[in-house]
Structure formats: C-alpha cells, structure tokens
C-alpha cells in the first residue's frame, strides 16, 4: 500500500482529524459481533466508571508510565 499522504508533515491536530474521518468511514455492518460477554463486562465497566468517576489515574500519569514502559 503506498502512502501519498505525508503523514510526518501533519500537525498533531491533522493527524487526529484524519483519525477521525477514517473511523467515521468504517462500516459498522463490517465490525465484529459484540458477545454476550463482552457486553456484559463492558455494562459493569460503565457502571464502575460512572460510580466513582474520581477513582481512575490521570491522563498524565497513565501517559507518563507508558512511555517509561516503551523505552
């Protein structure tokens, strides 16, 4: 696959713009079926989240630790 879109000369903000258009261009009907399962653990992640919203670490605290853990 060629690549005619330079992507290291878009700023941050172009490259999540066009994250962007390429997931709204998806076609939900091609996605993978959501199990039962998978379902119910994501209602139970929802209902933890929703019922303490201040429990979870910060963005950069989360983001900080995996770039130690990639170097």
């Known amino acids: 696959m060629s690549n005619p879109i330079p992507l290291d000369d878009l700023t941050a903000e172009e490259r999540i713009e066009l994250m962007g258009k390429l ?30 919203p201040d429990s979870g670490d910060a963005w950069s605290v989360i983001r900080d630790d995996l770039r130690k853990k990639l170097k």
Do not use: Y
Not at 37 to 44: G, K, S
């Open 23 to 52: 997931w709204d261009s998806l076609d939900p009907a091609l996605a993978a079926p959501i199990t039962a399962d998978v379902a119910a653990e994501l209602d139970r992640r929802e209902l933890e989240a929703d019922s303490a």
